[in-house]
């Protein structure tokens, strides 16, 4: 697993699209992450995920079983995992929106702390952190 990583507008997809051109298929894309569009698709297919804010968003209830979800469903795959940092600047004042932030930051933890790689896209100037 790849794991990229950076604020948003940055410059993260255009990076994947210039690294893993047209052979990827994209999850999230166009709204939340659906772990069940990619059934069927040989594990060896590069996929990239995107979306997982929104999907966490929906999961804020069941944190610990999401991830435990999404790291079993990236075990063994060609993987890319953009996420952006969303707990930079202001603490939200809203409760919910608090607990999102938060539950990606943990999220984003494990992610890169099981990827093989790790890279931080910033102002869209690439860099290993992993």
């Not at 893993?20 to 996929?47: E, H, I, Y």
Request: net charge neutral; charged share 25%.
């Amino acid at each position: 697993m790849h794991v990229i990583l950076g604020g948003a507008a940055n410059g993260k997809r255009k990076y994947v699209r210039e690294l893993l051109g047209d052979r990827a298929v994209w999850l999230g894309g166009d709204g939340p992450f659906d772990p069940t569009s990619a059934a069927g698709l040989p594990a060896d297919r590069p996929l990239v995920l995107c979306g997982l804010e929104q999907w966490m968003a929906g999961r804020l209830a069941d944190e610990q079983q999401a991830a435990d979800e999404l790291l079993s469903f990236v075990k063994d795959r060609n993987v890319t995992v953009i996420m952006t940092d969303i707990g930079r600047g202001i603490v939200p004042a809203d409760p919910q929106e608090r607990a999102l932030r938060d539950a990606c930051g943990r999220l984003s933890q494990r992610l890169a702390h099981e990827a093989e790689s790790v890279t931080r896209i910033w102002f869209g100037i690439p860099q290993k952190l992993k």
